[in-house]
């Protein structure tokens, strides 16, 4: 169209046009008829009243064909729509994009949208918009439930005109109340059923729906039904693909976490699947792994383990196994290896599942305990050495602190291996001793011997007197030992026992640490020690307080002080009452 061209006129205008100017004819031929009248000149009125029914059928030829017109824009509206909610998927979108073509396409006021909840079988309003397509709020909520309820149960589209006058509707409430005029309500029905419903209204004008509008909502329903059942599907199969992917992030998460090393492989000994911790046991990345053949990633395990492996997969059986085997990054390990056939859904064996128990360090503490309950027996129910307070703590124990008299002076006089074999037969009887009552020996200091009661390794309530009668064992034992070694071999005990608090845990350098006593308990031990005489067994006060019921011993004096200093008392054991 050029700048100069004049826009077509539409049929229905040149139609009007041509019965505005017959209906002009027809006035002005019936003005003449009257004036000649007067004049007494007679024409006649058939022509007149052909020209005016030709005007009006003119006129309803306009009507029919603005009708037509509107239905035709109308339904180019809905096929456009009908394109738009078919394309989407958004169930939210879709529901106000249908409602708010029904409200363009009928002139309504409001329109609402209800559908059935699949969980609980009952109709719910979804959609509520108005014809400024924007969402009504709780208080613009208005719409008669009773027209809603008569076409979700009976499945048929109701249209009226007024529902104030309708004696369909007499008695509702709501009608009543809202004064409700011109409603329209369809169906939302797919294979027969029921789904949900497009409902619309205009409280201001009678008449605003008629039988054309309800034809097009009610065709337009049915697309819109597919339309939201789709929608519904999407968002259903979506909350189940999000439920879904949870569920495996979960498990990808456990599978991570847990301790022990899983590996799958396929028909071929293909690695399918491997966990961070299978990785680290093997001391490969778990990426070089998946995809690789399970003989190229696992170590040399023993001869016949390839052969053990294909009888797990063909004889479908599990087996369980415990190896040594090296790692290059690692060294030399400790595993338990369980091997079971990998089935699917319908239990046909599809490959291997080898689980990987590191035993590496298990096996270390264990060669730690065993090593520590040959100097301590009395740790046998330790089941974790981390379960010990070993980094230090504060407690009340007692202190049995031994020497042999006039060592020094017999080891001048003999050859090392001899005199090694002899001060063993003496570290012996002293050992046994202190572990005859569940003591612990803290160290052996050359000829001296220190036993330990009441720490976090032997917790004892009656530690003072299972000191004293490990004390009065050794100089019994002593004796004893004296009547298998020569005169010349024989040697005495000086023994001393103090109870007190210590500070007890393991000291030392990060590569070596040993247990032991800190605190002057220790040496006030070591200090009755050096004042009793070969043979005897001297006690502090604080142990004499403890034991006195069960032992006969004498207050004496003190032997030996070291830079002239008062000694406390000190108490000579005579032996154990009855």
């Not at 007067?38 to 009507?63: F, M, Y």
């Not at 011997?449 to 019994?476: E, F, K």
């Amino acid at each position: 169209m050029t700048d100069n061209a004049q826009p077509e006129i539409s049929i229905e205008t040149k139609i009007r046009t041509l019965s505005k100017q017959i209906t002009d004819m027809v006035a002005m031929l019936k003005a003449q008829r009257d004036m000649l009248e007067k004049r007494n000149i007679a024409l006649p009125l058939e022509p007149l009243a052909q020209l005016k029914s030709v005007s009006d059928g003119l006129t309803d030829l306009a009507n029919n064909l603005g009708g037509d017109n509107i239905e035709v824009q109308q339904l180019r509206e809905l096929a456009r729509t009908t394109e738009v909610i078919n394309s989407s998927l958004d169930l939210d979108l879709i529901l106000n994009d249908v409602i708010d073509t029904v409200i363009q396409l009928t002139k309504a006021e409001r329109g609402y949208i209800v559908l059935n909840n699949p969980e609980s079988g009952k109709m719910e309003f979804r959609v509520a918009r108005n014809i400024d397509q924007r969402t009504l709020s709780n208080e613009e909520f208005i719409v008669s439930r009773t027209v809603v309820d008569r076409v979700a149960s009976q499945g048929e589209p109701i249209v009226t005109s007024n529902a104030e006058i309708d004696k369909r509707f007499t008695g509702s409430e709501s009608i009543a109340n809202y004064m409700l005029r011109s409603i329209l309500c369809v169906p939302l029905k797919r294979k027969g059923e029921v789904k949900g419903v497009i409902y619309a209204d205009n409280r201001m004008r009678p008449d605003v729906f008629s039988e054309r509008e309800q034809r097009l909502v009610y065709a337009f329903a049915n697309q819109a039904t597919i339309a939201i059942e789709n929608a519904r599907l999407f968002e259903n199969l979506r909350m189940t693909l999000s439920q879904i992917i949870a569920v495996k992030e979960f498990m990808d998460n456990v599978f991570t976490s847990i301790p022990s090393g899983v590996i799958a492989t396929d028909g071929l000994d293909i690695v399918t699947t491997m966990n961070e911790s299978a990785a680290r046991i093997l001391g490969i990345p778990l990426e070089a792994a998946v995809g690789k053949s399970l003989w190229d990633i696992l170590p040399d395990l023993y001869a016949g383990f390839d052969d053990l492996f294909r009888e797990v997969r063909e004889q479908n059986r599990e087996e369980l196994i415990e190896v040594e085997p090296v790692i290059e990054r690692r060294g030399q390990v400790s595993l338990n290896v369980r091997l079971s056939p990998l089935k699917d859904t319908s239990d046909v064996t599809r490959g291997v599942t080898l689980v990987l128990d590191d035993l590496t360090e298990l096996k270390q503490r264990q060669a730690q305990l065993s090593v520590v309950r040959r100097y301590l027996p009395l740790v046998d129910n330790i089941k974790a050495i981390d379960e010990l307070e070993l980094g230090g703590v504060e407690r009340e124990i007692s202190v049995l602190y031994c020497d042999v008299r006039g060592f020094s002076t017999f080891s001048e006089t003999l050859p090392p291996e001899e005199l090694m074999t002899v001060i063993n037969k003496y570290m012996t009887v002293s050992s046994e001793a202190i572990t005859l009552h569940e003591g612990i020996i803290d160290k052996y200091m050359g000829d001296a011997v220190v036993g330990l009661y009441n720490t976090q390794l032997n917790p004892q309530q009656d530690h003072a007197l299972r000191a004293v009668r490990s004390a009065i064992a050794m100089v019994s034992d002593v004796a004893d030992l004296h009547e298998t070694l020569p005169p010349e071999q024989r040697l005495l005990y000086g023994i001393g026992v103090h109870t007190g608090s210590a500070i007890l845990g393991n000291v030392g350098s990060p590569r070596r640490k040993e247990f032991t006593v800190i605190g002057d308990t220790l040496q006030f031990a070591k200090t009755l020690q050096e004042n009793a005489p070969g043979g005897e067994v001297l006690i502090s006060q604080e142990t004499y307080d403890l034991v006195q019921h069960a032992i006969h011993a004498e207050l004496t004096e003190p032997r030996k002080a070291k830079s002239g200093d008062d000694l406390p008392p000190m108490y000579r054991v005579l032996g154990l009452r009855a």
